[in-house]
């Protein structure tokens, strides 16, 4: 019973200390902080150096910029609209996740609903930023998507040759 307590916090707080060390790598605003391999390596990115390499026309880097600050302020927005609730639902969360760690017996079915939450709000995200990506791409034309598809799975590899600093396992 006790090994299992340990796995379960384990696998609660690694992903959280991991997540957090993990945004220091990624440098200051501008982007020009340091940079950490999952940031260099990451998939589906849109950064600036790939959009050059697409010879974009002033139409389309208009429309990219557009659309990156349509999603910026649409961000803010909805921050600005409710950032209490949100903060509240965090602490709410965590205190849920203390409660069922400290708890005498171990509590499968509240540990289930507590991940379930967890991995919905993470797939919202996602979906998110999917329709963000296809937005982007949707101002291209079909030669530069193949172009950028290409440029992806050229940095894919180079990344996958990279070695990759840390413990194997």
Known sequence: MKFTKQLIIASLVLPLTLGATSSFAHGDKEGKGPRGPQQECRMGGFDRGM???????????????ELRKDSREAMKAEFD???????QAREAHMQALKD???????????????VKEMSE???????????QQHKMLSVLTAD?????FE???ERAEDCADKPHKGKRH
């Not at 709000?121 to 329709?131: C, F, G, N, P, Y």
Request: glycine share 0%; net charge positive; hydrophobic share 30%.
């Open 81 to 87: 609209k409710a950032p209490k609730p949100d903060m």
């Open 151 to 153: 440029l992806q799975q």
């Open 121 to 131: 709000k993470r797939t919202e995200r996602q979906v998110h930023k999917l329709s």
């Open 100 to 114: 069922l760690m400290m708890a005498d017996n171990f509590n499968p079915a509240k540990a289930t609903e507590l």
């Open 144 to 148: 530069q998507k193949e172009t950028f």
């Open 51 to 65: 959009m050059k390499e697409l010879t974009l026309t002033d139409s389309q880097k208009e429309q990219l910029k």
